[in-house]
């Protein structure tokens, strides 16, 4: 796991100072060793976090005529086998790196070799003879990566941060990104909150030639997985094989790992893959919270510890614990994102990080198998589709009543109208004529909502402490198994996730998987009241940008309407982290936070 960063000219010499800017913004992801390399129009940066060949592994790497030249992001799970594969084809390789199978595998199949590769990667290969920089990034968008094209030099980094380190400014605000951003908690697509700053999307390979036109190739959609119909027992036969060889691929590192433990079903069938594969007690982590009324997983989690003999650490946060990690996960995550989950998941990934550089985790279990509610047909979707057609009644709504938009959000966020149904509209209409709609809900689910908010969240509160989050259910034959089952072994009765349940019944407690799924929630609500409501109002009411793209009066009525009611806490929250995250990247690009301070007390 690492960071990367670079800049390719049309023309002239590449400066060696944004480069070392960057490396700078990108340090946290790669503690171990960094590398800043100046070759005439190209500069690389690479920030290593040394999980697989300790020794050896320093990158870029280059082939033995250095007319290859890589750096990459993330691990690639299948490399042993891969390695194999073309070493018998006559490759040479210098290192035991996973990264080098990328590397070797251009050199004799070129840009397809990303068909072969089975893991998380974001990865830029800079090929001499063809004077063309590729850069990739892996089906999921487990991994992040980000580029701009500004003043004949093409940027890239694993990190927005690291980007605007390359600019002279900090581009405009993206309107229609930070409408996304209010409605849905995430911005999806190309287009990031900056304008001109763009992600590359899961799956696609771009190539870039000197003249920076940029040539992009979509190498993997999950709309390509073609529905099966078999039985649970054909299907848990094949489940068997399939994750027996993800989870041994997915183990391979030369550090020790350990597990967070949510006490849901994901994270317990990780508990057991891992302690049944692992020669060594297993480190497992979990996290509540302290004098609130919403129940908590903690007893959960200490249940499927002891079931599995883990060494077990709980964290139970405090309303001042979670609010002053506020500030440092907005810079974290950089890619303006709401997600209360980032907060207590920085706390325990700060945990963890004192002693593991890797932890496995559950995400992409319930956007596989169909886990959550919202997945499941009813009458009032059906309703929805037709007041609101595009995308199955699925995703219709932001998360802002109207009536408190028009009062609240200013000119030219009210002019953004559609925007943020947009991404779930185009999404829907790319899923095949044969699927269902729960195989389009998942497809959504698995293009938006994913890679832009819940893996945001799972690598940059991570890699914030150098820490490297696995998530196998994310593997892309795991996915695409998930996504071709039959609807039946998907959701019945009014359960979810009904084929990995059943599965599981072998390893866990029939009455823990079969649960009423409550999520994981942040108490905000609970704590947004009294003093600190009110110095929040102060707060808000002062700050320029507030009033630059929001309404005083409407800000107002929010804060009264918290005070005597309690019930706008999610859009207030999403109005501070928007102030917290404009500082940090518009007023004082560069600004590096304490990881605990007052958020309020940070702004004033």
């Not at 999806?188 to 920076?212: A, C, H, S």
Request: aromatic share 10%; proline share 5%; charged share 20%.
């Amino acid at each position: 796991m690492c960071g990367i960063a670079g800049i390719y000219r049309s023309e002239g010499v590449v400066d060696r100072a944004p480069l070392q800017r960057a490396a700078q913004m990108l340090a946290h992801r790669g503690p171990d060793h960094q590398a800043t390399v100046q070759d005439g129009a190209l500069g690389l940066v690479h920030t290593r976090l040394s999980i697989i060949d300790l020794s050896g592994g320093d990158q870029p790497l280059y082939t033995s005529n250095n007319d290859l030249t890589l750096i990459a992001n993330g691990e690639v799970y299948n490399y042993i086998e891969l390695r194999e594969a073309l070493i018998a084809q006559g490759a040479q390789f210098a290192t035991q790196s996973d990264s080098e199978v990328i590397l070797q595998g251009y050199a004799q199949r070129g840009p397809a070799i990303v068909d072969d590769l089975a893991g998380m990667y974001a990865f830029a290969l800079f090929d001499r003879s063809q004077a063309s920089l590729y850069l990739a990034r892996d089906r999921l968008g487990i991994k992040p990566l980000y580029y701009c094209v500004h003043n004949n030099q093409f940027l890239f980094a694993s990190e927005i941060k690291a980007i605007l380190a390359m600019l002279e400014r900090s581009p405009d605000i993206d309107p229609s990104a930070l409408h996304q951003y209010l409605q849905n908690q995430f911005s999806t697509g190309r287009r990031t909150p900056f304008q001109g700053i763009y992600r590359v999307l899961p799956g696609e390979l771009l190539k870039i030639p000197r003249t920076l036109a940029i040539e992009p190739h979509q190498y993997w959609d999950a709309n390509r997985i073609a529905p099966r119909s078999f039985t649970f027992d054909e299907a848990a036969k094949e489940f068997d094989d399939l994750f027996d060889t993800v989870m041994t691929q997915h183990m391979r590192a030369d550090v020790p790992f350990g597990l967070f433990l949510s006490g849901g079903t994901d994270s317990g069938v990780l508990a057991w893959a891992l302690t049944h594969h692992y020669d060594h007690p297993l480190r497992t982590f979990s996290v509540g919270f302290q004098d609130v009324s919403m129940q908590d997983e903690l007893n959960d989690a200490q249940l499927i510890a002891k079931r599995f003999g883990t060494q077990h650490t709980e964290l139970k946060l405090t309303s001042e614990q979670i609010f002053n990690r506020l500030v440092h996960t907005v810079w974290a995550a950089d890619d303006l994102m709401r997600d209360f989950a980032s907060l207590p998941t920085a706390l325990l990934a700060q945990t963890a990080a004192a002693e593991l550089k890797v932890v496995f985790s559950g995400e992409g279990g319930d956007e596989i198998f169909a886990g959550y509610r919202r997945y499941r047909s009813s009458f009032e979707q059906r309703l929805k589709n037709l007041l609101f057609p595009g995308s199955g009644g699925f995703r219709v709504r932001g998360q802002w009543h109207p009536g408190l938009a028009r009062k609240v959000f200013g000119d030219r966020l009210k002019q953004q109208g559609s925007a943020m149904r947009a991404p779930f509209i185009e999404a829907w209409a790319r899923c095949p004529a044969d699927w269902s709609n729960i195989q389009c809900r998942q497809y959504t689910d698995l293009t938006t909502a994913l890679p832009d908010n819940l893996l945001v969240k799972a690598d940059r509160m991570l890699m914030a402490f150098g820490l490297e989050g696995r998530v196998p259910f994310l593997d892309h034959r795991l996915v695409a198994f998930g996504l071709s089952l039959p609807d039946e072994l998907k959701i019945q009765n009014r359960q979810g996730k009904v084929f990995l349940k059943r599965w599981a019944e072998r390893y866990l407690p029939p009455d823990h998987l079969w649960q009423k799924k409550r999520g994981f929630h942040v108490p905000v609500g609970e704590w947004l009241h009294g003093e600190f409501l009110q110095q929040l109002g102060h707060t808000l009411l002062r700050n320029e940008a507030i009033k630059e793209w929001f309404q005083p009066s409407g800000i107002r009525h929010l804060l009264h309407r918290q005070h005597h009611r309690g019930d706008v806490s999610r859009e207030l929250m999403a109005i501070l982290q928007f102030a917290i995250w404009h500082r940090l990247f518009i007023e004082q690009p560069g600004t590096a936070p304490p990881i605990d301070i007052a958020p309020l007390e940070w702004l004033n």
